[in-house]
DNA sequence: TCATTGGCATTAGTATTGCTAATGGCTTGA
DNA sequence: TCAAGCCATTAGCAATACTAATGCCAATGA
């Protein structure tokens, strides 16, 4: 059976008071209180069963046993502090790349990322925005995030945002904000995102439209058709997370009360390298701004 | 200024895990959870802003950084254990030699000290009974308890008990349990510790009484003198401290309600050597047995 | 002689950390 | 398809770390 180690704060605390001879001066070079370092140093002494320093008026002195322990535990420190600082990258020459489909890196990145970075000051950022899966191949980045279908996820993926499809258009385009019918919707001019199974034909099967649908205009991503819609080129079908900066800035209102659950989605892919950590730390603030703007988005079409 | 190294149980649980590749092993070896070993590893790596293992499915792998930390961790760990292991006195070859006036040694060591010992198992004693405070010098004893006037204490000892003197005889001797005058108890044959400057003549004084004494009985300690006075031989005017037992034990009464504040008593000594903590062990539990002996006999007494 | 100073010891209270229990996710093998 | 094995994560509680405050003591200087 293993028995455990002291802390290694007790065997600094140790060192520092040995090396000063003085459980104040320790205290002042481990920035601590001299208290700490008197606890400290007790509890070490219990745990051995024997007095490392002779307490002495105005200072201490070494035992016998404390003499023999301290080469060891400095020696033991030095080791330790060694091989912390090899391993520690200064953070100031660290790049974290990030790849990104275009729609996040328009609609999140471009407007947001600066307060990532500000609280990030020391760490490189480097954005490779891409439009198809297929792009990512091979692009050894520190984090993917890639629209793709559910099969086609990488393995150790994770998908990301609420996964919600919605009818979105200009204010201006359809002058209302009542509820609107699939066929007066499907009036419209309407914006449809190719490469994806979440069309209006599925849209139209969903909601039990049997009629005609006039897609006026094709684009290649959800962020772009967000662009389209807020110029009031049509009605868009698309992703609630892409979309919900502009519902929440008015640029863009819900058509339906109703969503439509998303077959394909966006999925964050972490690589496990050095890099781990600060892509970690990213992936987390993504998450977190997009389940906040999904939530101020649901809050104003419910307020 | 210093930074602070992660803990000491971050760093085994990491050269643990590599040992092993295995963080469930790890956990077996240092008795603690699966759980635990995972996020003591999480930490490290946070605290070192790299990743140290590759998670794999049923296993990890060390990334580069991880290897270049390991044998240096592995060192300074074995270092520690062998500077421990080195400076533990194994419990059961250690003697705490205690050198005590009789009186402790009669009236708390000798029915008392089996429960100490009993909490410490492996710790060998050896109890050294004095009488006269010159007997102590260079006795070379882990703990000194010896009764002497404050002045002439050693430096560093300090007082223990409650500093109180009080009249007590058998209950068979008075054959009342009121409270007793001054005139009352000088008829009656008294008990005087000698080498002491609580007497019987400074009881008359504090309590203004000018007549006669009828000392019959000089004794050389506390101690014999509480034994005369359980046998019916006199009054004795002995420490509270040391007549607390036979208070409890019905074998003796107080004869006044008010007591006399001790000039002289017992004073302590830790010797600072190897056996520091024993000895502070030691006189923590006989501490707190005559507190918790004088508590009782002021129960009785007010009761 | 006495007040001051400096340094260690101790305690109480609070914040932080360490750990377990429970559970989830994922891959592999039967 | 399901069980098994292993890492990840969270919640909750116990244990520890630390500070602030204070006590004690001896040396020093006025």
């Known amino acids: 059976m293993v028995q455990p180690l002291p802390p290694l704060a007790w065997f600094r605390a140790f060192e520092c008071a040995a090396r000063h001879l003085s459980f104040t001066l320790a205290a002042q070079e481990l920035n601590l209180t001299q208290s700490a370092i008197s606890q400290h140093i007790r509890s070490l002494e219990h745990r051995f069963g024997c007095a490392l320093f002779i307490r002495k008026h105005r200072g201490i002195a070494l035992t016998d046993q404390g003499r023999r322990l301290l080469p060891e535990v400095a020696n033991a420190i030095n080791i330790l502090r060694s091989a912390s600082e090899t391993l520690e990258t200064p953070a100031d020459k660290r790049l974290l790349t990030i790849s990104v ?13 600066k307060y990532f970075a500000e609280d990030h000051a020391n760490l490189g950022l480097r954005i490779i925005s891409k439009v198809w899966p297929d792009e990512f191949a091979g692009s050894k980045a520190d984090v993917e995030i890639r629209f793709d279908a559910p099969g086609s996820a990488e393995p150790g993926s994770s998908r990301i945002g609420s996964n919600k499809i919605v009818c979105v258009a200009s204010p201006d385009l359809v002058e209302q904000t009542r509820e609107m019918s699939p066929e007066t919707i499907a009036q419209f001019p309407l914006i449809q995102v190719l490469g994806t199974s979440d069309s209006w034909t599925r849209w139209s099967a969903v909601r ?12 290649e991503s959800h962020g772009a058709a967000v662009d389209f819609a807020r110029s009031g080129t049509g009605i868009a079908l698309t992703s609630y997370l892409v979309a919900a900066p502009s519902l929440i800035d008015g640029s ?13 989605g966006y999925y964050l892919t972490i690589a496990q390298n050095e890099n781990v950590v600060q892509a970690e730390a990213f992936s987390k603030w993504l998450q977190a701004e997009i ?13």
Chains 1, 2 share one sequence.
Do not use: F
Not at 101 to 113: D, G, N, R
Not at 252 to 258: A, F, S, V
Not at 291 to 303: D, K, N
């Open 101 to 113: 489909s275009t729609s996040l890196a328009q609609w999140y990145l471009a407007p947001k990322l």
């Open 208 to 219: 039990g439209y049997g009629g005609g649908l006039n897609i006026t205009c094709n684009v």
């Open 252 to 264: 863009l209102i819900r058509l339906e009360q109703q969503d439509m659950q998303a077959h394909d």
């Open 291 to 303: 389940r906040q703007a999904e939530i101020a988005a649901e809050a104003l079409s419910t307020g």
